[in-house]
Each structure stands twice: as structure tokens, then as C-alpha cells.
């Protein structure tokens, strides 16, 4: 015990010495730049910012971009949150196609087109055996919960905003 109190007695006088003024303080924690994960899917978490006339509308999204993912998208999911979205990304502008298969909620799907504008959105689409298409190349769908779109005012047009992670 004495023993600590002598070291802490030299910590505390090194502290106030004029030497321990003079140096520079310890470096910050470095910031962590991993992308932020949903703890549900473990997939990765973007913004994806829809932009209707001045109004920016923002999405926390799931990031589905492997083969995996897309093909699991929001299957057996009972619920998502106005501000939530899945981002299915193409890496080439292609026709994209989706059926809901074992999707209990209605979704607004909406394509984005090469220049990052909306080109159709099905609205509210239900569990489906058949599927829904782009009305030419996509190059990313986002999903929303069903009828938010029109709540929004998001429509064929809207420029649509985000980053993938490298």
C-alpha cells in the first residue's frame, strides 16, 4: 500500500512538472472508418438520400450487395421502419427484376436508372410469385416500406444520392 501511494505521489508530481507542461498531449484515439453494420442482417449501413423537388428525403439502407444478400432482400422480415431501405446495387446498368418470395411486407421498389434518376417505382408490391421490372437499365433498386413513396411525393425523376463503401 505504501508502496502505491509513493508511485502515485511521483505520478501526480510529474504530472505538475514544468517538463509535462511543455510536451504536446497524447495523440487522439484513431477513428474508427469500418462502415456501421446492422445487427439483424450484418449488413452494411449507407445513406441513400431521395431528392424530390427541394426536398431531400433520407434512408438508413441496408446494403445487399452480393449475390447472397440480394437474393434473401427482405424475405421473412415482419417489419421496417419509415426511414429504413434495402439498396440492391448493380455494378453495369442492366434490366433488373424482382419477385417478393417469402416477403410478409409490402414493399415500394424503385428502380434507379444510370444517371442516378428514378425511372418507375412499383408501389406496395405484396408477396408475388410473379415478378416486377425496371422499365429499362437499372444500375441500383432501393426498397421502402410500402406506400411511403407516395407519403413522400418520391416519384419517376427524382434524383437519387448515395456512396457504396470501397
Known sequence: MVRM???L???????CSPAAAT???PPAPAQSTAPAVDPDSGLT???VTVVSDDTRHSFVTELADTNEAQARGMMFR???GDDEAMLFPSY???L???WMKNTALPLDIIFIG????ITNIEAGVPYLEESVSSDGPALAVLEIIGGRSEQLGIAPGDLVEFQLPE
Open 9 to 15: 505521489a511521483g505520478l501526480m508530481l510529474a504530472s
Open 114 to 117: 444510370p444517371d442516378m434518376r
Open 5 to 7: 501511494v509513493a508511485i
Open 92 to 94: 453495369e446498368p442492366q
Open 78 to 80: 415482419t417489419e421496417m
Open 23 to 25: 510536451q504536446d498531449p
Open 96 to 98: 433488373r427484376s424482382f
Open 45 to 47: 449501413l449507407i445513406e
